[in-house]
């Protein structure tokens, strides 16, 4: 690992420690928390397939007709990310995105998601998807959540989104989730068979492949350029930040 990756990992610690130890990870005492949980979470699994497709267009040539763009490598790498969290298998062999899967475990478990979430998948550009989300019936973690994720998509460079996307996200979520992962396993199991299963599973991919893949990455990305890296760790402290309100709301159910 780069001096620069581990540089802006000593920054961004301090957040890092602060979800880590977080409330949320023992939050979740009944099925009335977990529903909470995963009806503000949903949104987040969501709008994170968004920012790993935009690193795809950005990235490779999703263009036709087809021409070459950036290196081999870097389109390797974003590509086996993309592959991952957009046609992994199910506890059952099957192919299914990430997002789809957290759906079918909420299904499972008689939690219905907002209907702006349905709403939200309807928009056709940036701009309409940003006035809609203030109006929207849903929490004010969640409007704040999203409204940054998809601001920094269509107005932050590269860069910062892949920091956002590494740091704020795949780097983080496998150790906030290993005790909710313990905890759940010690109630329902079979009604929580999926959800246990999607959260094991992000943390064995994304804890491990992904994360070597996304550091990899934001090393191709910002290169020895200092301005780059001061860019990418404002946007990963922010991401923080981001989510920790994230996790009040949870917790305060608001």
Not at 148 to 170: D, K, M, P
Not at 181 to 196: A, Y
Not at 223 to 246: H, M, N, P
Request: charged share 25%; with cysteine.
């Amino acid at each position: 690992m780069s001096n620069q990756i581990n540089r802006l990992k000593e920054q961004i610690a301090p957040l890092r420690d602060a979800l880590v130890h977080h409330p949320i990870n023992s939050y979740i005492q009944s099925t009335s928390e977990l529903e909470v949980f995963m009806k503000h979470h949903i949104f987040a699994v969501w709008d994170f397939m968004s920012l790993v497709k935009k690193m795809q267009q950005e990235l490779t040539s999703v263009d036709v007709p087809w021409n070459p763009k950036g290196t081999a490598e870097i389109r390797y790498l974003i590509n086996e990310i993309v592959l991952g969290e957009e046609s992994d298998v199910d506890q059952n062999g099957v192919y299914i995105s990430h997002f789809e899967l957290y759906l079918r475990s909420m299904e499972e478990l008689s939690i219905m998601p907002s209907p702006f979430l349905h709403e939200l998948r309807s928009f056709e550009n940036l701009e309409e998807l940003l006035l809609a989300i203030p109006e929207a019936n849903i929490p004010d973690s969640v409007k704040h959540f999203l409204t940054f994720t998809f601001s920094a998509i269509q107005n932050r460079s590269i860069e910062e989104i892949a920091a956002i996307f590494t740091f704020g996200r795949e780097d983080i979520i496998p150790a906030m989730f290993q005790v909710i992962v313990d905890q759940l396993k010690t109630e329902n199991p079979l009604k929580v068979e999926t959800l246990v299963y999607y959260l094991e599973r992000h943390i064995e991919v994304d804890g491990g492949h992904h994360s070597e893949l996304a550091f990899r990455m934001m090393e191709h990305l910002c290169g020895s350029d200092e301005a780059k890296w001061e860019k990418a760790t404002q946007a990963a402290i922010e991401s923080l930040q981001v989510r920790l309100r994230l996790w009040d709301g949870i917790v305060h159910n608001r």
